[in-house]
T-cell receptor
């Protein structure tokens, strides 16, 4: 079992839809939780990070962590074609970083 | 542009060979992380250096080694290359290795093809 699980998709939604991307994790020692966006043939780009359970909002993006159920979510409101990318969730214990396999999202105009 | 540079962009080499990948972190960042991304394994953490010292090792093979130099650039050395080493290799940097370690900025990657 991988430490961070993520549905690989692909996920296709129409422009303007609310997108929900989810991860589950198994390691209770995980500390911070991050979401990265990766466009094709590019390096991952940090979108958001959070430490505690609860919600964190940044523009159209909301990250949600539920440590009791080991569940991480990223919500994208008013999705745009430019949001089409692979989204990676990640976490760390100490200096070790673990990434999910990524979910490929397509937002159709 | 993240401010992290990696060279070369592409590398094609034969099995058994040795290659060196180079990374320059963002200005002011002391930490450098190396990752391998392949289709079947996803993004795998390899190794972390902070201000010249190794801080953590992930899934790094014994054939691979890295170092961080006094000017903070880093090199990843891959030797006795196998076909399965073909992947994208990313370098990331962060300001420190403490509470800001999760705020990593990735370079554009080096695509390694082993034939």
């Amino acid at each position: 079992q991988k430490e961070v699980e993520q549905d690989p998709g692909p996920l296709s939604v129409p422009e303007g839809a609310i997108v929900s991307l989810n991860c589950t994790y198994s390691n209770s020692a995980f500390q911070y939780f991050m979401w990265y966006r990766q466009y094709s043939r590019k390096g991952p780009e940090l979108l958001m990070y959070t430490y505690s359970s609860g919600n964190k909002e940044d523009g159209r993006f909301t990250a949600q962590v539920d440590k009791s159920s080991k569940y991480i979510s990223l919500f994208i409101r008013d999705s745009q074609p430019s949001d089409s990318a692979t989204y990676l969730c990640a976490s760390n214990y100490g200096q070790n970083f673990v990434f999910g396999p990524g979910t490929r999202l397509s937002v159709l105009p | 542009d993240s401010g992290v540079t990696q060279t070369p962009k592409h590398l094609i080499t034969a099995t058994g060979q040795r290659v060196t990948l180079r990374c320059s972190p963002r200005s002011g960042d002391l930490s450098v992380y190396w990752y391998q991304q392949s289709l079947d394994q996803g993004l795998q953490f390899l190794i972390h250096y902070y201000n010249g010292e190794e801080r953590a090792k992930g899934n790094i093979l014994e054939r691979f080694s890295a170092q961080q130099f006094p000017d903070l650039h880093s090199e990843l050395n891959l030797s006795s290359l196998e076909l399965g080493d073909s992947a994208l290799y990313f370098c990331a940097s962060s300001v420190d290795s403490g509470t800001l370690a999760y705020e990593q900025y990735f370079g554009p990657g080096t695509r390694l093809t082993v034939t």
